[in-house]
């Protein structure tokens, strides 16, 4: 019998595995296509990819030393699932397909459910955090979406990027002596003493991960960002002051209380090629916001917000702090060692917010057949951690909170939505004159 | 309005020489006042002029905040030499502690078998202090685990002197060895007390580690040196550890009663409340 290939598990595939005491590892994609997918196109597409990318279809072994991915065999079988379902049950098969986690060991990394209903397919994807994040995650879509269209005009050749999964990619924009600097930067940026939390029941028997969803409706969000354009304010700005907000309220903080919430950055800003450099991979970054007390309007915590965030936007290492520590601990310690050393260190936030941003639906269209809706967020994080993660498309903005929790929890953050929709509406309304 | 600030910027920017950093600082003070006029118009302010006014009254005496910027830039090289200086003390210090080595051992003052600790004992002093530094450093940011890592370090490299002190001095005296097992005894108090100052959790557990290992050592030096007699001296850490886990056991039963204890609360209505004495008691 053959021996099987190795790969490296690179610092972020590490550290990812690190954070499956945090969170469930999974990044989850759902588009709404207005018609049927080809799925035998699709199924020579899938395989293709997996061929060229192979730690999409290796299993990750633990190591005391040093842990390690296994190449693994597999079929189309193991990754895509086709199903035909009644229009009524189509959000439940959903919610149960996205909700579920890969085991590390399985031999493939990533899975696909067609839901064909009424005419039209329902694209769903899951993925190990290990494998990409959501900078990645997009671009991986788009490439699905290319390379289907390219197949199904006779072209079936699959481009993919295929480099180093390598963390220290994100050095390659900077020029020698930046370059020495960003690599001294040891600065522990996880260390925030921030207590609030989200408000979540205890742990209970009847917890299970769930996905919630609330959307803006296109209008809104249109008059939410044209505000936002007056001021000079991006939409991340924009949505934090909010978010900030309605936490206040929702939390019932006292008001002069300071809050921090990390946002999740995409250090491929840093990378030479961007999104198309190296391989498919992990490099997310955290920029902290931090408010000391709420403003009596969403203008006035919007204020707070910027004075906060300008301090991030204007350091050109935004996002490589820390690198260079765990770098250190993963290089000097063996694994198992690394592992407790960095969870002593490393203070995962109880409040996030992931903007994952736009979704082009122009280019994730099969072969000319267009998304009309779709989302993707981030991991099912565990009690008592939470995050919002944030998607556009075709003008409406997706919010997503995927936590594990129950009934009762999934009420929570229903009514938390109702607050942050508020919020915007009540935003809108104070900035009529610029919508 | 970006023009109107780069304009000011212009002007103002006049009183000093133009250097390059002054130039980052006038590109830096632009975007300063842009973001402040950011936020006037966020918070609900629409003139522009009076946006304008307050950017530039938000930069305070900006003439007395450039000329001094420009002071701070001419010192910069002064600082520079401080740094220069240091180093070269340092630099100075280590030769002459080597010259005093050499002088004392090659004229036969201090015998080439003692000097060497001249500068053994200069690293070991050198070792200590940067040792403290650093856990009094750490110590500030109110993280107590390195510092009394560093601190522990610093006690054994300071036992470590004592002991050579005392090789050179009095040759190799009866039980010198002694001296690593008080410095274990020592070190392990020391650490003990500063547990109990930074209130460590463990500080109860620590206890009760440190009188068995202390009372173990202790026993075993009075032991060998004749002082007490193996038996009954046993009992002094067999005592130790029943005492020990007595301070245990109070510590848990005191903790729990602390726990069960009803809770006052602070907003209940006073017994004395219905009548006057509420008023008048304190």
């Known amino acids: 019998m053959a021996k099987k290939q190795k790969l490296t598990a690179e610092l972020w595939d590490k550290m990812q595995y690190l954070f499956r005491n945090y969170y469930d590892r999974m990044v989850h994609a759902v588009l709404y296509y207005d018609g049927l997918i080809d799925v035998a196109i699709l199924k020579d597409v899938l395989v293709g990819t997996t061929e060229k990318v192979p730690v999409l279809h290796s299993s990750f072994h633990d190591s005391v030393i040093n842990p390690y991915w296994v190449v693994e065999d597999y079929s189309v079988n193991d990754i895509l699932t086709v199903k035909e379902v009644d229009k009524a049950l189509l959000e439940i098969e959903i919610e149960n397909f996205i909700t579920q986690c890969i085991p590390v060991t399985d031999n493939v990394q990533f899975r696909m459910a067609i839901f064909n209903s009424e005419g039209k397919s329902t694209l769903c994807m899951i993925v190990n955090h290990m494998c990409f994040d959501g900078g990645d995650f997009k671009y991986f879509l788009k490439r699905l979406a290319a390379n289907y269209t390219a197949a199904a005009n006779g072209a079936p050749i699959i481009d993919i990027k295929t480099g180093t999964r390598s963390y220290d990619q994100v050095y390659t924009k900077l020029d020698d002596e930046d370059k020495e600097i960003a690599r001294n930067l040891y600065k522990n940026i996880s260390q925030v003493k921030d207590a609030h939390y989200f408000p979540l029941t205890p742990d209970s028997d009847q917890d299970k991960s769930m996905i919630n969803r609330c959307k803006i409706d296109a209008e809104t969000f249109s008059k939410f960002r044209k505000i936002g354009k007056h001021y000079g304010v991006t939409v991340n700005d924009l949505m934090l002051a909010v978010y900030m907000h309605s936490l206040y309220e929702y939390g019932e903080y006292p008001a002069t209380d300071t809050v921090t919430i990390p946002c999740m950055v995409d250090l491929r800003r840093h990378i030479e090629g961007g999104e198309t450099a190296g391989g498919l991979t992990n490099h997310t970054g955290f920029m902290q916001c931090s408010v000391e007390g709420v403003g009596k309007n969403i203008n006035e915590t919007l204020v707070k917000v910027l004075q906060s965030v300008r301090k991030s936007k204007h350091d050109k290492f935004m996002g490589l702090y820390s690198l260079p520590l765990l770098k250190l601990a993963y290089t000097i310690l063996p694994y198992y060692i690394s592992e407790i050393a960095i969870k002593i260190g490393y203070l995962n936030p109880l409040i996030g917010m992931s903007n994952i941003g736009l979704l082009d639906p122009e280019a994730l269209s099969l072969n000319g057949l267009k998304p009309y809706d779709g989302f993707m967020t981030g991991a099912v994080k565990y009690k008592p951690y939470m995050q919002l993660a944030l998607t556009s498309m075709n003008g409406e903005l997706t919010m997503t909170i995927a936590i594990r929790g129950n009934h009762e929890d999934r009420l929570g953050v229903q009514k938390f939505f109702e607050i942050i929709k508020k919020n915007i509406n009540q935003f809108i309304e104070d900035n009529a004159q610029y919508a | ?282």
């Open chain 2, 1 to 282: 309005m970006t023009e109107r600030f780069k304009k000011y910027l212009e002007e103002a920017f006049h009183v000093i020489p133009p250097t390059k950093a002054a130039m980052d600082y006038r590109k830096a003070t632009l975007v300063t006042l842009e973001e402040y006029a950011q936020d006037c118009r966020i918070k609900g302010v629409t003139d522009e002029d009076a946006i304008y006014n307050l950017a530039i009254e938000s930069l305070g005496d900006f003439k007395a905040t450039l000329i001094a910027f420009n002071d701070d830039l001419t010192n910069k090289p002064k600082r520079d030499l401080k740094k220069t200086l240091v180093k070269s003390g340092i630099a100075c210090a280590v030769l002459a502690i080597i010259a005093v080595y050499l002088a004392l051992s090659a004229t036969g003052v201090v015998s080439w078998g003692a000097s060497w600790l001249i500068l053994v004992g200069a690293i070991l002093l050198t070792g200590i202090a940067v040792l403290e530094t650093i856990a009094v450093k750490i110590a500030k940011r109110r993280t107590f685990i390195v510092p009394r890592l560093a601190n522990a370090c610093a006690l054994i490299l300071a036992f470590v002197l004592a002991y050579l002190l005392a090789l050179i001095a009095f040759g190799n005296p009866r039980y010198s060895y002694f001296t690593f097992l008080i410095m274990v005894v020592s070190v392990l108090g020391i650490d003990l007390i500063l547990a109990y100052l930074t209130k460590s959790k463990l500080a109860i557990i620590e206890t009760v580690l440190y009188l068995i290992i202390a009372a173990a050592l202790i026993y075993v030096m009075c032991g060998i040196s004749g002082a007490l007699a193996w038996h009954p001296g046993w009992l002094l850490p067999a005592c130790a550890a029943i005492g020990g886990i007595g301070i245990a056991v109070f510590a848990l039963v005191r903790k729990s009663q602390k726990k069960n204890a009803p809770r006052v609360k602070k907003n209940e209505i006073a017994p004395t409340a219905q009548d006057d004495s509420y008023y008048t008691e304190w």
